[in-house]
């Protein structure tokens, strides 16, 4: 089983509409980082939550953590054909410095 | 907004040769990444570097992979013999600092096609 799985794997929406995406993992994180890749290009920051915060918010995303389930969520509020993109969680495990990636999430908006 | 920096965005080599893939971190940053992402896989962590040394890596990075910090400014990935399976997009990241308490920041990654 693998650290970091984001659902669903694709999500088309219409422009304006809220899109949710999910991501779980497994072990005990210090923290945990959303990052969009636009198609062939780099991966480009989002937002972090520690493992001692609940929800954070920047512009028209929010973030959630609940660490008694290993879940996060992702939430594109008033989402625009911009938005499109994959979306993927990245964890930081205690005493490591590396970004452990989930399979991401294909978001797909339409205008 | 500074970035990370990555050349070429595209380099194709035949098996056998060598390859070395360059990246200017940001300027402040003193800890340094490669990671790669096989076309439809996820992005797996190689190698993290820091204070000239390499302070982390995983199964992937073996014998036939290095890093260097050659001056101030360049963070480089060399592979010694490519295989067809190192055909793959690389990345270069920095942070501030090695714990993830900020962000790593990603380059637009150089693109490798081993024939």
């Known amino acids: 089983s693998q650290q970091g799985e984001e659902d669903p794997q694709a999500l088309s929406i219409q422009e304006g509409e809220n899109a949710t995406m999910n991501c779980s993992y497994k072990?005990?994180?210090?923290?945990l980082q959303w990052y969009r890749q636009n198609s062939g290009r780099g991966l480009v920051h989002l937002i972090l939550?520690?493992?001692?915060?609940r929800e954070k918010h920047s512009g028209r995303l929010r973030v959630t953590l609940d660490t008694s389930k290993k879940s996060s969520s992702l939430l594109i509020t008033a989402s625009r054909a911009a938005d499109t993109a994959s979306y993927f969680c990245?964890?930081?495990?205690?005493?490591?410095?590396?970004?452990?990636f989930g399979t991401g999430t294909r978001l797909l908006v339409s205008p | 907004e500074p970035e990370v920096t990555q050349t070429p965005s595209h380099q194709v080599t035949q098996m056998g040769q060598e390859v070395i893939l360059r990246c200017v971190p940001i300027?402040?940053?003193?800890?340094f990444y490669w990671y790669r992402q096989i076309l439809g896989q996820k992005v797996e962590f190689l190698v993290s570097?820091?204070?000239?040394?390499?302070?982390?890596k995983s199964e992937i990075f073996d014998d036939q992979f290095s890093v260097e910090r050659p001056d101030g400014s360049n963070f480089t990935l060399k592979i010694r013999s490519t295989k067809l399976e190192d055909s793959a997009m690389y990345f270069c990241?920095?942070?501030?600092?090695?714990?993830?308490?900020?962000?790593?920041?990603f380059g637009d990654g150089t693109r490798l096609s081993i024939l």
């Open positions: 300027s402040n940053h003193l800890y």
């Open positions: 990241a920095s942070s501030e600092d090695e714990w993830g308490n900020q962000p790593q920041h």
């Open positions: 570097f820091y204070n000239n040394e390499i302070s982390e």
């Open positions: 939550i520690r493992s001692n915060e």
């Open positions: 072990t005990s994180i210090n923290n």
């Open positions: 990245a964890t930081i495990l205690g005493g490591f410095q590396k970004l452990v």
